[in-house]
């Protein structure tokens, strides 16, 4: 009998990074995948994004919707509470042999707590990894002490999981699916991106893409100050994304809405999909923002990358990357450093995220897994030696 090893998403970021695994998961004689969406995917003010899965190939094998609230501290649990209501359905009704997720989003936390009551193993995904600027922090360790599989982005990640008292021999270093992506998709060129855009493209331009830094305060004020400082450059073409499903997002969203629509240069997308945000990346002269793409995919372009704010900060970064505070006049003096003529150019990013073979690696170690027989509940601390300091003991 096949194992079955159910893959949940519920944003457009989730699905751009897992569907490669997905797509490895089904290929596997003795699997079967069962793919549990959720979330933004079918909310149209974040753009339907349960299109893309379809377009990609794959059937919704179970849909649990989520009555999303407007964005609260109250909103969050109510969604979360939602989440662990419909997902405790989907496991008392189906047998799973093994739930995969991925990072730190608060409704995967709900879905592993749903999983654990109901017996189901977990495979956690870019655990180990650090954002102090948003409460994702606490949500990412919560989820990798509820997993019993970990895939891990980097093999400093790896260590980090193994300090918080995971076994190694379940903790293991694959590199990041989102490098999958890159290597494994045919790009638009500079002018077909434009034309699927229905946008100019014509000189220099760069990719936005800001979501709520929750631990930061005010997400209205953070986000006026990036687009303080993207006025200060009217010569350029500004590609922004529009944020997650925080608490804040739909402010931000609104702001954005009203930047892009007194701008001729500015082009507003609720979601590109995984193909035309690649692209864009690809030929943008600069990233500027907070998600995880500019620390993981942005570098593997050699694309500068001005990070803005403590939301990312913790990770691993290339060389290209540069940090600022979330004000105005320290943004656009990083964004005119990094578009300096000769910077991108003298730039020696490391790929510190992987070889492009994340999937295929996390396909053949839950192939593994599973066909040794069901993963074990049962989970022992790993201690690490310690030796205290002086004054310490």
Request: contains cysteine.
């Amino acid at each position: 009998m096949k194992k079955t090893v159910c893959i949940m998403t519920a944003t457009r970021a989730e699905w751009g990074l897992l569907r490669p695994v997905a797509g490895r998961i089904r290929m596997k004689e003795g699997l079967e995948l069962v793919l549990a969406v959720t979330g933004t995917h079918f909310l149209a003010e974040y753009g339907n994004t349960y299109e893309d899965i379809l377009s990609d190939g794959f059937a919704i094998d179970e849909r649990v919707d989520i009555q999303l609230y407007p964005q609260s501290p109250a909103a969050v649990s109510k969604t979360m509470a939602l989440a662990l209501l419909g997902f405790a359905d989907l496991f008392a009704r189906r047998r799973i042999d093994l739930l995969i997720v991925l990072g730190d989003r608060y409704e995967t936390l709900a879905v592993c707590m749903a999983a654990m009551s109901a017996r189901v193993p977990i495979a956690h995904l870019h655990g180990g990894e650090t954002t102090e600027g948003a409460m994702d922090e606490g949500i990412r360790h919560a989820v990798t002490k509820l997993a019993s599989l970990h895939f891990t982005s980097n093999e400093s990640h790896r260590r980090r999981v193994i300090q918080m008292g995971e076994r190694p021999e379940r903790v293991f270093n694959t590199g990041a699916p989102g490098i999958d992506n890159i290597l494994g998709m045919e790009l638009l060129s500079r002018d077909g991106l434009a034309e699927a855009l229905g946008f100019d493209l014509t000189g220099t331009y760069g990719v936005v893409a800001f979501h709520p830094a929750t631990l930061e305060g005010d997400a209205e004020a953070q986000c006026r100050a990036v687009f303080d400082a993207l006025s200060a450059f009217p010569h350029l073409r500004f590609i922004i994304t529009k944020s997650n499903a925080d608490e804040g997002g739909n402010a931000i969203n609104a702001l954005i809405d009203r930047y892009a629509a007194k701008r001729e240069n500015v082009l507003a997308a609720a979601s590109l999909g995984s193909l035309k945000y690649l692209s864009a990346l690809k030929h943008a002269a600069v990233m500027v923002g907070n998600s995880s793409s500019g620390i993981i995919e942005a570098p593997y372009f050699n694309v500068p990358v001005v990070n803005v704010g403590d939301r990312q900060k913790g990770r691993m970064q290339a060389e290209g990357t540069l940090n600022c505070p979330t004000e105005s006049q320290a943004i656009a003096a990083a964004m005119q450093r990094a578009l300096a003529p000769g910077f991108r150019e003298g730039l020696r990013n490391k790929n510190l995220y992987g070889d492009g073979n994340a999937a295929k690696r996390i396909a053949d170690i839950v192939d593994e897994q599973l066909r040794a027989g069901p993963v074990g509940l049962r989970k022992s601390f790993y201690d690490i030696e310690f030796t205290p300091e002086p004054d310490q003991a």
